[in-house]
């Protein structure tokens, strides 16, 4: 390099350092200003403002402002809702180990956790909570009465609450409740296994390689379905190592690209593969999420399996938790992720917002790549499934007793009045209990709208507003009189996708979460589309070997 070009070299990387540098304190100096002023706001608003502010709260209201303008990932937990934050991680919380919801403004239990002290003492699905610790509840949320039950394991919690109608106290002893990242696995068919993933905390790859294991070498599994649909994700190494089950060390899974180096990182398989050839489907849909995007997107950019089912999220982003002061942690967005084809799946572009809300990415932009066999596939909008199954809608009828709690009242009342029940793959709602239910509706208030009576009043409007609808009232009648819905035959139209709900939150009462899972399978059209696929290797491998013509594009 002779002595002119080193001059020029040296002049440009002065003028870039001094743009840097500058932009470095221009923001250092945005910074402090508006922390001068911000705590300026908080102190006068704290002395002056006429009602008690309530410090804590005012800065929490503040701070989660400031960090939803961001993205919903972005989150802060003060110490208060530390137990929270380790539930995230760990699967693990200290508390009583049970679902609860609200029902007007009572909170009751919607189901205990198996094996852990609130069904242990007792407490069973309806039971309407009155008092913990000696405490009121009434219109209490479901996020106080769920701090007032969680605490330190190995201490206790009186919980009053209602049965029929009837008083009762329980003092159950917190415990440490892990929920297990694997509810259920076992055979669909003598050589078909299944395993269902539900979360990715620290211990989902240890839970989901004992299954893997368990199935294929004492139970005779020759192929795989496995469930990530409603897995919401979770840590990114677990993502990784789960993958690692089917693929050899050294393979990229996922790499992860943020605003500092630091988070550049490859993410690779670190062992072995426990099998690099066993047959596998993945099951999707809208909300399966990031950690699963990652397993799912690898699994078919590496044409190391099928993918059924519906689009995933749309959840490319990666979040690191910093401790703060006082035990409050900041769950913050710190990089994107693309897997191995080179595609990021992220949906909705944080950074443009319009009318407060994210953008999603326009399918004109979204760019074409391809997996490891040449099958095209593309960026943004999640995971396309290489089989689309989607579920069809719940007539609106079903719809409207599942939200009204007829469904759920009615197996409650039947497990209290019934002490066992047959195994949970096995049960029916058959004629003489459908017809039981049926009469318990009898008298109750499941109104509902049908999509043809919505149209219909959306034809009568539009009809008005053009002065039409004198001329059209008679025929307009009539009309509305033969769509107007009857409930007593749309309870027997609709009555195999009611009896279905209705079978699963019966067994739900005896066999929990894992007997509510195997009790949903056989009827399950994406599962059955998934044994299809694994029980006819021409297809499989059809699947796997489409190819699109043309180059690769990035």
């Not at 699905?125 to 769920?146: F, H, R, V």
């Not at 699994?299 to 519906?310: A, C, K, S």
Request: aromatic fraction near 10%.
């Amino acid at each position: 390099m002779n002595k002119r070009m080193r001059i020029g070299l040296v002049a440009v990387l002065g003028v870039s350092f001094f743009f840097y540098s500058s932009k470095l304190a221009d923001d250092y100096f945005e910074i402090s200003k508006n922390l001068d002023i911000f705590a300026n706001i908080y102190k006068q608003l704290n002395i002056y403002y006429v009602d008690d502010t309530q410090p804590g709260q005012l800065m929490k209201t503040g701070i989660d402002a400031m960090l939803e303008s961001l993205d919903p990932y972005t989150v802060y937990y003060p110490e208060s809702e530390i137990e929270d934050y380790r539930f995230m991680t760990t699967g693990e919380y200290g508390g009583i180990g049970a679902l609860i919801r609200r029902r007007g403004d009572r909170v009751m239990v919607a189901e205990p956790y198996e094996g852990f002290p609130a069904q242990k003492n007792g407490l069973m699905a309806g039971d309407i909570l009155l008092k913990i610790d000696g405490k009121d509840l009434t219109g209490k949320n479901t996020s106080q009465i769920s701090s007032l039950l969680k605490g330190q394991a190995k201490t206790d919690v009186e919980v009053v609450y209602s049965r029929d109608g009837e008083e009762s106290t329980a003092t159950l002893a917190r415990e440490n409740i892990k929920i297990k990242d694997v509810p259920y696995y076992g055979m669909l068919t003598d050589k078909v296994g299944y395993i269902k993933l539900t979360g990715f905390t620290e211990t989902a790859s240890s839970e989901f390689v004992a299954a893997f294991k368990d199935l294929k070498n004492n139970q005779g599994m020759e192929s795989l379905v496995f469930d990530l649909r409603g897995n919401g994700g979770g840590l990114l190494n677990e993502a990784v190592n789960i993958v690692n089950v089917f693929v050899d060390r050294g393979q990229e899974v996922v790499y992860t690209r943020g605003k500092l180096k630091e988070w550049d990182r490859s993410h690779r398989a670190l062992n072995n593969a426990i099998d690099k050839d066993i047959p596998i489907v993945v099951l999707i849909n809208g909300s399966s999420a990031s950690a699963s995007e990652i397993v799912s997107g690898t699994i078919q950019d590496l044409d190391r399996g099928v993918l059924v089912g519906e689009r995933s999220f749309g959840k490319g982003l990666v979040q690191q938790t910093k401790p703060l002061s006082y035990n409050s942690q900041l769950k913050v967005t710190v990089a994107k992720y693309y897997i191995p084809s080179g595609r990021c799946i992220q949906k909705l572009d944080y950074s443009k917002k319009s009318n407060g809300k994210a953008t999603e990415v326009p399918d004109s932009l979204r760019q074409t790549f391809y997996t490891k066999g040449g099958r095209p596939v593309k960026d943004g909008k999640g995971i396309e499934p290489d089989v689309e199954v989607e579920l069809p809608d719940a007539a609106n009828i079903t719809a409207s007793l599942v939200g009204k709690d007829f469904i759920f009242d009615f197996a409650t009342e039947y497990r209290r009045s019934h002490d066992t029940l047959i195994p949970a793959n096995k049960f029916v709602v058959g004629d003489d209990l459908y017809g039981e239910f049926v009469q318990y509706l009898d008298g109750k208030d499941y109104d509902y709208t049908t999509r043809s009576e919505r149209l219909l009043e959306q034809f009568k409007e539009a009809s008005e507003k053009d002065h039409y609808f004198e001329q059209l009232k008679e025929e307009y009648e009539e009309l509305h009189s033969k769509m107007s819905h009857n409930k007593s035959e749309d309870l027997q139209l609709h009555q195999e996708e009611i009896r279905e709900i209705l079978a699963n939150e019966i067994v739900s009462r005896y066999f929990y979460q894992t007997g509510r899972i195997e009790n949903s399978l056989s009827l399950d059209i994406q599962v059955n589309k998934a044994i299809e696929v694994l029980e006819s290797p021409e297809e499989y491998k059809q699947i796997l070997t489409a190819k699109k013509s043309g180059g690769k594009e990035k």
